[in-house]
């Protein structure tokens, strides 16, 4: 069972090893043993604490609330889903064809035709590049807004890299009291190792997301994680925290282990948690019924999309829906976006039987679903892989990673509706006009959300550095 906030076990070996947790005496760690009821052992709590500081520039004004992050690991190729290119050459138009939507002059690909009738509602942005091209260090980049050290499939999450969006987000505008204000789900993302960028880094566990690793399609999902043991009350276990507090004052092990604070906030949080009714009642998919959950899609990615909008309506301000834990292109019926294991046929069936059809029945149900209910104005949906695929077929019949240019799809939240922002070349290789880069992306997310781009969070190392590196994308901003 994956406890609410952690990482995976041996991302919480590394953060031990990272911070010298041999430093910790044996009467300490007995000390903290009894705080594993709810999963909170000693190494999920390292780096616990983390100074952040608002820039001094007056916040802008938000308009949104909430944001629903859509990571299509893999790279979804733009050519095959929102930048056709009906008139390049067949090698590099490939085998679909493009049609038109409710919106004059935007066209998309045939097999999204439930897409097509919803494109009044987005806005997409044909001209994002960067020049990281393998998956774990253009997925950092994507996750974050920040490019990595080094462009490596063998770059490994260390608490020097930059944090998820969604963490910055719970530092600098915790939504406060009983709902988490970062819940990510249903898979820990890994090319080979863990894929970085998906948890707090050094602003410490208490702004990891609440990590569900469970899911949400099951017949038996459920939150075990925020239920009180048989026989424990909340009246009991508060009793037993003011215990655990006065251990700590005595021992006054947090005022001098740099690593172990912040272990209040974090187990009030929890805390609070397991007396929630309302995040109890956000993940309860049973409360909704069998007609709204046959549209989102009865798979995992599908359902999940339906309790990210019931995590949003209940107030939660970070959601990340994962489409999958891997790259894929293996088989057809599990994976993300990458296509190589296809080499030999030209019409890649991963994305034919796979990710346009689960594309084409979740996305416009989210997006419709959310503005039927009045969300969708405070609500900022995200859809969005790593990069793009190679323009031409090559000679294996293969489409190589591509992050020279590749298309991002954001909806509501503040941005224009039935919009195209910059251009790709008559091929679909490069920005023609209008380029964006990853980091503007997040300056975008940020000022929708109220929150300064510019505002500066303490690293690894004590140094101030910017939440985002980028500008926001004006002409996006209804």
């Known amino acids: 069972m994956t406890p609410p906030f952690l990482p995976p076990r041996d991302d919480c070996s590394t953060a031990c090893q990272t911070l010298g947790a041999e430093k910790y005496t044996r009467r300490r760690l007995i000390q903290v043993g009894g705080m594993g009821l709810l999963g909170l052992n000693l190494p999920g709590l390292l780096r616990a604490a983390a100074a952040s500081s608002v820039g001094k520039t007056r916040a802008p004004k938000a308009k949104a609330k909430s944001v629903i992050f859509l990571y299509q690991f893999g790279g979804p190729s733009h050519l095959e889903t929102f930048d056709m290119k009906p008139d390049a050459p067949e090698a590099i138009r490939g085998p679909h064809r493009a049609i038109g939507t409710n919106v004059d002059g935007i066209q998309i690909a045939e097999r999204l035709p439930r897409m097509a009738k919803v494109m009044d509602k987005v806005c997409l942005v044909r001209s994002v590049h960067h020049t990281m091209q393998n998956h774990n260090s253009a997925s950092y980049y994507a996750l974050t807004g920040h490019a990595p050290p080094v462009d490596d499939i063998r770059l490994r999450d260390t608490l020097d890299l930059s944090p998820a969006y969604g963490s910055v987000v719970d530092a600098l505008a915790p939504t406060g009291g009983e709902l988490p204000g970062f819940v990510a789900y249903p898979h820990v993302m890994r090319d080979g190792s863990v894929t970085p960028g998906q948890h707090a880094s050094f602003l410490g566990k208490i702004h990891d997301p609440l990590l569900i690793i469970r899911d949400p399609n099951a017949t038996d999902f459920s939150l075990p994680e925020l239920s009180l043991p048989a026989g424990m009350t909340i009246e009991r276990l508060a009793a037993r925290r003011e215990l655990q507090k006065a251990i700590d004052a005595q021992s006054r092990m947090l005022d001098t282990a740099a690593a ?47 309790l990210a909008r019931r995590l949003v309506e209940s107030g939660v301000r970070f959601v990340s829906v994962y489409f999958d834990a891997s790259i894929g292109g293996q088989t057809t019926t599990d994976g993300g976006w990458d296509t190589h294991g296809f080499n030999n046929t030209r019409m890649f069936p991963i994305i034919e039987q796979r990710h346009l059809p689960i594309t084409d029945q979740t996305l416009p149900t989210l997006l419709t679903d959310l503005d039927e209910r009045g969300l969708l104005e405070s609500t900022l949906v995200v859809w969005m892989g790593e990069f793009g695929r190679t323009p031409k077929i090559n000679a294996n019949v293969s489409r190589d990673h591509w992050p020279s240019c590749y298309t991002v799809l954001l909806a509501g939240g503040g941005v224009k509706r039935g ?10 290789a490069y920005p023609e006009r209008d380029a964006v880069r990853p980091d503007d992306l997040a300056a975008t997310m940020f000022h929708l959300l109220g929150i300064n781009p510019h505002a500066e969070v303490m690293n690894a190392q004590n140094r101030p550095i910017p939440i985002a590196e980028g500008q926001p994308i004006a002409g996006v901003l209804a």
């Open 260 to 306: 172990a604070k912040g272990l209040d906030t974090y187990y009030d949080k929890a805390l609070a948690m397991l007396h929630s009714t309302r995040l109890r009642d956000a993940f309860n998919l049973g409360a909704e019924s069998d007609r709204v959950r046959d549209s989102y899609g009865r798979s995992t990615y599908g359902q999940g999309c339906l």
């Open 419 to 428: 919009y195209v922002h910059g251009a790709s070349d008559r091929n679909g």
